[in-house]
Each structure stands twice: as C-alpha cells, then as structure tokens.
C-alpha cells in the first residue's frame, strides 16, 4: 500500500519561499507522476502542478511563476517550493500520486498524504 | 485556466439519489474522459470514487456512479447513507496537460 507523507514548516513568514517534502512508502517513485495540491481553510481544492519520476513537470497557470517541483529518486521523495509567498499562500498542502488510465494518461490522483498546514504570518 | 463549476450544496434523505454536476469546457471535461471524483470527509484527506469518468477504484462501493454528457460530467450517490455527508470534488485533466478541480460541493443527508 503506497503511503505518502508531507513534513516542513509550518510557519513561513511573507516574501519567503515555502518549502515542501512529500516522502512516498510502500512503492517505488518511478514510473508515475507526483502531484502536489492545496487547500485554503474553508475552501476547495487547488492543483499546483505534478512532476514525473524523471524529473519534467507541469505547474498551474496561475502558480507557475512561484513554483517549482523536483524529485529526488534515490530518497523516494519530491518537494515542492513556492516562493514570494502572501497570506493567500495559507493552506493545507497534501501531496499525491497521479494514477494512469486507459490510454496511458496521467489524469487522477490515487494517494493523497495527511496533508500538512503551512501559515504565512510575520 | 477557471475552475469547473460545481453546485456549492447538495442535500438528499437516506436511500435517496442525488446528482452532482460539474461543468467545464471544451478544453477540459468536454474534450476528454480524464474527469474524476473525491470525496473529502470533514478534517480528513480527499478520497479517489471515480476516475476515466466512470471507473470505480477497488473498495468504493457501486451506489458511486459517474457520467459525462457535452462539457458536463456528473457523479451519481444511490441508496444514500449517512456516512456519505461530505465535500465532493470533481477534477479534469486539460488541453494543457495540467489538471483542474471543481470548487467543490457539500452533500447534506437529511
């Protein structure tokens, strides 16, 4: 059963750059891709952008500028870093693994880590 | 990119059916069957019920059901218990290779 896990601070102070690491267990990070989502108390879900074991990466349109995402696969891990960050940075941040469909397509997320509360204040 | 557009709140009494609608476009929902579905209980992390627009994961139970007609795709809850009360989100994949959720709606069992 694959476990993910999200670990970093959670206090990050305005114009700092957050950062994320997601540690996946009980599979291997190769052959997938791996997303990182968030969440705004009270609010939805937002995609920020997911990486492939091999290091190439898709980001969100509206997050692209600020973030990026790499894969270290010795570790079985991959992080997420997102800089400049504002109060509307505050969230729930979970990692999660991007299943693959019929035509080979990665389009769904299977595993979802706990998720980890990050706030931006002074 | 806009998020897909779901209705904020559904409610149903038990062993009703309700419907949930998630409108995209024709860069996303309506050009792909690449939409899935989680369900996210109060305090916990999103769970996976639907993906390929119809596809159940092994161990969500049948009463989950999902479909997709135009730019629209639904997902379905038969029989509804009262364990079922939670958010629900749907998710595209896009003509950009990226992904894009719902704004979510929260289902009330009455």
């Known amino acids: 059963q694959v476990q993910l896990q999200e670990s970093g601070p959670g206090l990050v102070k305005p114009s700092e750059t957050l950062s994320l690491t997601c540690t996946v267990s009980g599979g291997s990070i190769s052959g997938y891709y791996w997303s990182w989502i968030r969440q705004p108390p009270g609010k939805g879900l937002e995609w920020i952008g997911y990486?492939?074991?091999?290091?190439?990466?898709h980001y969100s349109p509206s997050l692209k500028s600020r973030v990026t995402i790499s894969v270290d696969t010795s570790k079985n891990q991959f992080s997420l870093k997102l800089s400049s960050v504002t109060a509307a940075d505050t969230a729930v941040y979970y990692c999660?693994?991007?299943?693959?469909?019929?035509?080979?397509?990665?389009?769904?997320?299977?595993?979802w880590g706990q998720g980890t509360l990050v706030s931006v204040s002074p | 990119q806009s998020a897909l557009t779901q209705p904020p709140s559904v409610s149903g009494s038990p062993g009703q059916s309700v419907t949930i609608s998630c409108t995209g476009t024709?860069?996303?929902?309506?050009?792909?069957?690449?939409v899935s579905w989680y369900q996210q209980p109060p305090g916990t992390a999103p769970k996976l019920l639907i993906y390929?627009?119809?596809n159940r994961p092994s161990g969500v139970p049948d009463r989950f059901s999902g479909s997709k007609s135009g730019n629209t795709a639904s997902l379905t809850i038969s029989g509804l218990q009262a364990e079922d009360e939670a958010d629900y989100y749907c998710s595209s994949y896009t003509s950009s290779s990226t992904l894009i959720f719902g704004g979510g709606t929260k289902l009330t069992v009455l």
């Open positions: 990486i492939y074991y091999r290091g190439s990466t």
């Open positions: 999660a693994r991007v299943g693959y469909d019929s035509s080979g397509y990665y389009t769904y997320l299977d595993y």
């Open positions: 024709s860069s996303d929902v309506g050009n792909y069957n690449r």
């Open positions: 390929e627009v119809t």
